[in-house]
């Protein structure tokens, strides 16, 4: 499967585009808004990219969680925020509730074959996801642990000479 | 601080109830209700959430500081070991789970503020209040952020303009139809399966009126914003931390949202093409 620049730049812009109106819809703060639209579509870039390149889906969705996992960390720490709240917006591409849809709908229309398909590789996506966001999640706490612990001793190190 | 329990069980419920309601993890919660009753003294408290509902006891005052270890409730200060005060039980129903970061961010910084010490007890459930009672924004631009986003997505997913317009006016209508039934309490399934229905009719009416268009787009971008997606990330996690009941559950909820989302268009479609219909 080809990709020409100019059709993953025209998905870019959409993507953002409608991370924006989801971000209003569920009501995120606004200054946080533009940051997150600009990173659910980077999710869905490096997620096309990956599948263009015949990598298997599994790890598509795995690093076109972690570009979120990693940002929504940052952002985080910087606006003083739960990371929640800059995972939701931007997930939304990247998490496939279309697959999950199509399970349901082969299963209603009674094509049993393909509900076994969509609901393997539905629960295997999810799963990479959830394992992308739980390690960026305690990478992210221990890093922190350890850089206020680090900042801690160096401030008792400072108080204690002076 | 010996005698405000009954404003901390006040605070605790509201608080606990805000960040379930509104999109937070039960882990999430489990953390703020302890990092309260740490903070009013009382760091022996037992918190259990699900995601309906968050159960909470009260240890009574005793004011160690534990730090970031959970209290053990073996230290003679607590009087839950020599009898002495007695432990109080508060439980909180959750009914409804959206997604609404705004309350959860507001939630989540009034809680912050008591336990770094910077609001009171008192300023902290005036808040919470505030936060609860807050309105939720217009219905109709609601629907129009709706549709503009379904619109796009079904860009993305290789449809062309006709596809846009569709969407939009199908994810427009769909939100429009889930608001009026916001208030009742079978606000989830009647979203999704009327939803569903909603969206296929509108889709099928489309796409036969002007002949034109690839009608499982439509549908799959109109459906962007009832997809359980998030749900089920949810679950995953959850149950990853540990939270194995409220993993199930959360799971248990994204397969009937699914289903009645499949059922209410499968049930479209299929009485379309009952009736002779060409669905391209």
């Not at chain 1, 398909?117 to 959830?130: H, N």
């Not at chain 2, 999430?28 to 309906?52: F, K, M, W």
């Not at chain 2, 240890?59 to 607590?78: I, L, Q, S």
Request: with cysteine; glycine share 8%; aromatic share 8%.
């Amino acid at each position: 499967m080809r990709l020409y620049t100019g059709q993953l730049v025209f998905e870019f812009i959409v993507c953002t585009a409608a991370t924006v109106f989801f971000s209003l819809l569920m009501r995120a703060p606004r200054k946080t808004i533009p940051l997150t639209a600009l990173v659910g579509g980077a999710s869905w870039v490096v997620f096309e990219l990956l599948l263009a390149n015949n990598q298997p889906e599994i790890s598509a969705y795995f690093f076109g969680t972690m570009v979120v996992a990693v940002s929504a960390e940052v952002m985080a720490r910087i606006f003083k925020m739960p990371a929640p709240i800059f995972i939701f917006p931007s997930l939304i591409p990247v998490v496939p509730g279309t697959r999950l849809y199509k399970t349901a709908l082969a299963l209603v229309e009674e094509r049993y074959v393909e509900f076994r398909d969509e609901a393997t590789r539905t629960l295997f996506a999810f799963c990479a996801i959830a394992v992308a966001l739980a390690l960026t999640n305690v990478a992210a706490r221990s890093l922190s642990a350890y850089l206020s612990t680090r900042a801690r001793r160096k401030l008792q190190k400072r108080q204690g000479k002076s | 601080m010996e005698n405000d329990t009954v404003l901390l069980t006040e605070v605790l419920g509201l608080a606990g109830m805000l960040i379930l309601e509104n999109g937070g993890d039960t882990h999430r919660a489990e953390e703020t209700a302890e990092r309260i009753c740490a903070a009013a003294g009382r760091p022996g408290s037992d918190v259990l959430a699900l995601p309906t509902g968050i159960m909470i006891t009260i240890a009574p005052y005793c004011n160690k500081k534990t730090g970031n270890r959970p209290c053990a409730g073996d230290c003679m200060a607590c009087s839950r070991s020599t009898g002495d005060g007695e432990p109080v039980t508060l439980i909180r129903r959750v009914k409804k789970r959206t997604i609404n970061l705004e309350k959860l961010e507001l939630a989540n910084r009034a809680a912050r503020a008591f336990t770094d010490g910077k609001a009171s007890l008192p300023e902290t459930l005036t808040r919470l209040r505030e936060i609860d009672t807050q309105s939720t924004g217009n219905k109709y631009i609601d629907a129009i952020y709706s549709g503009l986003s379904c619109g796009l997505f079904s860009l993305l997913f290789g449809g062309g303009w006709f596809e846009l317009i569709c969407a939009f006016l199908c994810g427009f209508t769909a939100q429009l139809v889930s608001s009026v039934f916001q208030h009742s309490s079978i606000y989830q399934f009647a979203r999704n399966f009327i939803g569903g229905v909603v969206i296929a009719s509108l889709a099928v009416l489309l796409t036969t009126f002007f002949g034109m268009g690839n009608i499982n787009i439509i549908i799959i971008g109109s459906l962007m914003n009832l997809l359980p997606g998030l749900a089920m990330t949810n679950a995953i996690r959850d149950t990853m931390t540990g939270d194995l009941v409220s993993g199930v559950a959360r799971f248990a909820d994204v397969l009937l949202i699914a289903l009645s989302l499949a059922g209410g268009v499968g049930v479209v479609l299929s009485v379309f093409i009952g009736l002779g219909g060409v669905v391209r």
